[in-house]
């Protein structure tokens, strides 16, 4: 223990503390390694971790600062704060009525033609006034925090325009510094082609490549760029086109990538060193081979396929025993997935992906961190760390698929200040 | 409006007022109708309601009471407090141990040979002391309240045996009194043939009738009584004797049917006069014609399936063209679905038996309340009635199935006083 700190915080007699220490992050059966002590006790100096171990260690060799909060987690499991690495959180209207349209048997088509879908959303930001755009993300980023989280990616990718996307990433850096939860924000002017440029949309990949891209550049107001890579969407020359130039400014890339039909967008995620290629519900062999290899990390949204009531989920099984890096996210939007909670999300993996608690729980944290490009910074706690903290009021981490549809978090702490619960 | 009393708690300016009031329960095309007023407001005396209507009319004509509280739910949704029909709610031990072989592909009999099963719940009941029991059961309905529930069902069946069906009764009986929630005791002794007497069923079924029955009765311990029938389980002639009894001794019945196989369960109830037929997955033809002549209500939980990682649910939206009154519940218990969460149940009848969400919002007010016999009481808000009452944090109530995975309560009033919330 680092003597020349004071603890400003130490939570003690953890039933179940996930560490989530060891590699990172991790593939194969390294993913059932979650570091568990039984007993633990952290210490926390100011935003950093100062120890972990066991429980009686820190009770005495600790120096208290003045004010020092403790936390008695007797029978409770203690993980990393939970990291979402895939979310679309700026939006103002709800689109539940497209919802019931959809459980109702109603077609995509028609749900276009009442004036539904992705151009619904973009209308809606467009029209919407910044500070209402920005209170109704906030509140969201509060219900994030509440069901565990404290980093998540948000995109902009629903104004499609220079003027409209820079919109989405102002409110998001914004957001970044005044809220406790630190967000990522990720550039997605090609999430679709707006209607604008139907009927040319070489120009609107121009106006991406060559206005949006630098000017986001330019104020720094992203650390990553996406696209929806898929049939009717963005073909994979047009992905590879824009992707390169995003790279070559300096942009990290992450991919919406074969969530309708398998395009190839696994392997061009990995051709082009993407952090992450993101869905995959029908990736290729090929794909998962290629992004084994890369290294690039397989995001997998299992409340989408859930909130569409779709019946294939992406080959998660597959992909672990391939050796790919798997995360897991709510995917966070208006339309196809519209849930804050991680819990949900581990619970649909467990049941329909058939992954373990551990594995998911794995998924959400260390190597979520790398679908952030955050390794060795958050998702684990190990000393020296960012003290990003979730206290669970469960005696065992497997109740967290089990006992599903609820909010079982006790506290969250976030930079070593409580944030969320007493 | 009742001019002699004044009102203990008035909420105004509701965004989406759904008082349920009609028919009661509905069928067919009645449970689209959700008596929903705009601007709607409410007024309170005490436990009962005074008045429901536009707002306007509540703010110039109500007399309030010193002290009265006034909710604003502006751009908000009111509904009935939520009714929760079929819960297992006493037990101890949670078996996430045996979810997480369930995912991994552990059969059944695995999984009882490991430990698991029902019986772990038996040996778990029996052996806990009668203050954990209760305590755990108390935060339950705690989590029960806090998802907008105001009454729910509570079976015993993890006893089995005289003594701890007895323990089970009286704990749910203390807690009516002490919680906040309102608690319906149902005896389910008939839950599962004891270990003690597997090589001698005739016996067990012998004390069910002469001995358990007599004794819940005496003391009033059990409203309902209700039997698992299935293959394997009780047989329709043993469910036939037994609950045939239940009814001579003044018991109401409930009954588990058809949950695995179609064994003739839900025509079983209906000719008995059942109050709900539970479950009924696999519910044949006859079954459902059946259950709409006799008005038994169709008590379905599409938790049950989903926690099951089961492809087949009970087929609501038949059961709802042939004039079944159908209701919804989490079915909580420790084994097979443990959620206190009816919006996740809502969420996935919206998903996964295509109920509208006006659908699924009248079967957990209004039919929910004709499932434990309360109708005319709870499920609607008319006056005169229970001020059993849930806001909620939504502008429109289709949000509820689609916003999937949280907690969308503002606040929760019970008998007139505020439960949950703040």
Redesign the interface.
């Known amino acids: 223990m680092n003597k020349e700190k004071k603890a400003t915080l130490i939570i003690k007699n953890i039933g179940q503390l996930i560490t989530m220490s060891g590699p990172a992050p991790r593939i194969g059966e390294q993913m059932s390694d979650l570091g568990l002590i039984e007993n633990g006790g952290i210490a926390v100096a100011g935003e950093e971790i100062l120890y972990v171990g066991k429980s009686e260690k820190i009770e005495g060799q600790a120096e208290l600062a003045e004010g020092c909060r403790v936390i008695d987690a007797k029978g409770m499991v203690v993980t990393p704060g939970l990291i979402d690495p895939h979310t679309h959180p700026v939006f103002s209207k709800?689109?539940?009525?497209e919802?019931?349209m959809r459980?109702?048997?109603k077609t995509y088509m028609e749900i276009a033609e009442s004036g539904g879908g992705i151009r619904s959303s973009v209308r809606d930001l467009r029209e919407t006034e910044y500070v209402t755009l920005k209170e109704k993300t906030k509140e969201r980023l509060d219900?994030f925090l509440s069901?565990g989280v404290t980093t998540l990616e948000a995109k902009s990718g629903y104004g499609l325009s220079l003027e409209s996307e820079i919109k989405q990433l102002k409110i998001i850096n914004e957001l970044n510094e005044t809220h406790i939860l630190d967000l990522i924000p990720t550039f997605l002017g090609a999430h679709e082609v707006p209607d604008e440029y139907r009927s040319d949309r070489e120009t609107y990949i121009d106006i991406i490549i060559n206005e949006m891209i630098p000017a986001v550049v330019k104020d720094n107001l992203a650390e990553f760029c996406d696209i929806f890579t898929e049939d009717g969407v963005f073909t994979i020359e047009e992905s590879r086109k824009i992707m390169q130039a995003a790279k070559d400014a300096g942009l990290k890339l992450k991919f919406h990538a074969d969530e309708l039909k398998s395009t190839g967008g696994g392997e061009l995620a990995a051709e082009l060193g993407s952090i992450s290629a993101d869905h995959l519900v029908y990736i290729s062999n090929d794909g998962i081979k290629a992004m084994a290899k890369s290294g690039t990390v397989a995001v997998l949204l299992p409340?989408t396929t859930?909130?569409l009531?779709g019946k294939q989920y992406a080959p998660a099984r597959k992909m672990i025993d391939e050796g790919v890096i798997v995360a897991l996210s709510t995917d966070c939007n208006p339309g196809s997935s519209?849930?804050?909670?991680l819990?949900?999300?581990i619970s649909l993996a467990?049941?329909?992906m058939?992954?373990?608690?551990a594995e998911a729980i794995t998924a959400v944290t260390v190597n979520a961190a790398a679908a952030v490009d955050r390794v060795g910074k958050i998702g684990q706690l190990c000393e020296g760390m960012q003290a990003d903290i979730t206290v669970w009021n469960m005696?065992?981490y497997?109740?967290l698929?089990?006992?599903?549809?609820?909010?079982l978090v006790s506290q969250v702490i976030k930079k070593g200040k409580l944030a969320f619960g007493k």
Not at 354 to 357: C, D, E, F, G, Q
């Open positions: 709800t689109r539940e009525k919802f019931e459980t109702q048997g219900r069901y409340g859930f909130s009531s519209y849930s804050e909670s819990p949900i999300i467990a049941l329909q058939k992954l373990t608690a005696a065992d497997r109740e698929p089990y006992h599903y549809g609820v909010n």
